[in-house]
């Protein structure tokens, strides 16, 4: 059943006066579906919501869609492309490094956060009392924990702090892998790498570097290619996550809490664990393509690893990925990718998107299952980080959105005499 407002609840959802809902009604723009003694007329939400939606009611109108009040210069979508500040991804991935994306989407060129030693102590000592079976998502809540609770400037909410908490949240992450050491960048020379797309900010000789740590703990896969990947996942707009960040900064949370926002709306199988069922999905589809298809074909939703809200036409960061993991792909094995990526596009519009692609690369390298969200999740840092940076500039406390009762409703009680 519908919900029901009052006049009072109608002229505040509307930004009106009270009186301009009288006029409406007189009008017979509105119209009550019946009076409540002791509450006067009760109207329909829908009946309001159209009436928004058809051009009237005053400043209400422009504030139904959050996202229309939320204006950002970091990353663009469309239906087939995505730019990190005006430079398009296909620009950035293989020629410039995360680090250099990172201080692309942030702004800052700094280089320091790295973990002493004593705080990986601190680290390690919190990853020997979690359960074994802890999920890689679970020990980067700890290790943001550990980052907040030893960082004596917490509280500073000055844009270099925030640049630096993130860069080290990133990377106390990145330890909680089996096997991962922190691994300072080597200078590559011009023969073995192409010309970086965008003019360097960080000097690649100094500080950690995250493709490298994490390689540590991923062999075989290349470090090179885990750094492709992290800048392909470095933003994504008004992601879910992203957004509960922005509003953790609205609400004058430190930068340390507010990643651990993000980390909880990530933590889902909407989200960033999304590459765990595309996962699952993929070795039965390497393994009997056809009969994947057929059961795909019957279906009225995409399988794991297609479809994408936005993505209508490609989405350009598992095509590049795609593109970087096809020479190491058995024939095989590319063929039942491109059988399934063609005929589910051509028959049914489902775009493979990401979470498919970083199956593969999970599988490929002979993976633990769990790696695709632990290296989603260490990407989207530097979003994160960006979108936090990018929030100091907006009023705080924005987000507070406004509840519109829609339950039942008693009488009220007849005062005692």
Not at 71 to 95: F, K, M, N, S
Not at 275 to 287: K, P
Not at 289 to 313: C, K, N, W
Not at 346 to 372: F, K
Request: a negative charge.
């Amino acid at each position: 059943m519908s919900g029901e407002l009052t006049t009072a609840q109608v002229a505040d959802y509307l930004g009106v006066k009270v009186q301009t809902v009288y006029a409406y009604v007189s009008r017979g723009v509105l119209t009550p579906t019946r009076k409540e003694p002791g509450t006067g007329s009760l109207f329909r939400l829908d009946d309001v919501q159209t009436l928004v939606s058809g051009g009237r009611g005053g400043r209400r109108a422009r504030q139904l869609a959050a996202s229309d009040d939320v204006r950002t210069t970091i990353t663009e979508i469309t239906a087939g492309t995505l730019a990190y500040r005006g430079t398009d991804i296909a620009e950035l991935a293989g020629r410039s490094t995360y680090e250099q994306v990172r201080a692309l989407l942030t702004g800052d060129s700094g280089v320091s956060g790295a973990p002493t030693a004593a705080e990986q102590e601190s680290l390690a000592a919190v990853m020997s009392v979690l359960p074994a079976q802890s999920a890689p998502l679970d020990r980067f809540k700890h290790a943001v924990l550990v980052g907040a609770t030893t960082d004596p400037g917490r509280q500073d909410r000055q844009p270099s702090a925030i640049a630096r908490a993130g860069r080290r949240a990133a990377l106390l992450m990145a330890l909680t892998l089996p096997g991962a050491t922190l691994v300072p960048p080597v200078k590559s020379t011009p023969e073995s790498t192409p010309e970086p797309t965008i003019e360097p900010t960080v000097d690649p000789t100094v500080g950690p570097s995250l493709a490298d740590t994490l390689a540590t703990a991923l062999t075989p896969c290349p470090a090179h290619l885990l750094d492709a990947t992290l800048v392909l996942l470095a933003d994504h707009d008004l992601a879910v996550s992203t957004t509960a960040v922005r509003v953790a900064i609205s609400s004058g949370a430190d930068p340390y809490s507010a990643l651990l926002a993000g980390l909880a709306a990530a933590d889902s199988p909407q989200h960033v664990a999304a590459s765990l069922q595309a996962n699952d999905w993929l070795g039965t589809a390497l393994a009997a393509p056809q009969d994947a298809l057929d059961a795909a074909l019957v279906s009225d939703r995409p399988p794991p690893g297609f479809g994408h809200l936005i993505y209508t036409e490609v989405d350009p960061r598992a095509q590049i990925l795609l593109d970087l993991l096809a020479p190491s792909v058995p024939t095989q094995q590319w063929a039942a990718v491109t059988l399934l990526e063609s005929e589910l596009l051509e028959r049914r519009g489902w775009v493979l998107n990401i979470d498919l692609a970083i199956a593969l690369l999970v599988r490929l390298h002979g993976l633990p299952r769990h790696v695709g969200p632990a290296i989603f999740a260490c990407a989207r840092t530097a979003g994160w980080t960006a979108h936090a940076l990018e929030e100091l500039a907006e009023p705080a406390m924005r987000f507070r959105l406004r509840g519109i009762y829609s339950g039942e409703r008693g009488r009220r009680s007849s005062p005692l005499h």
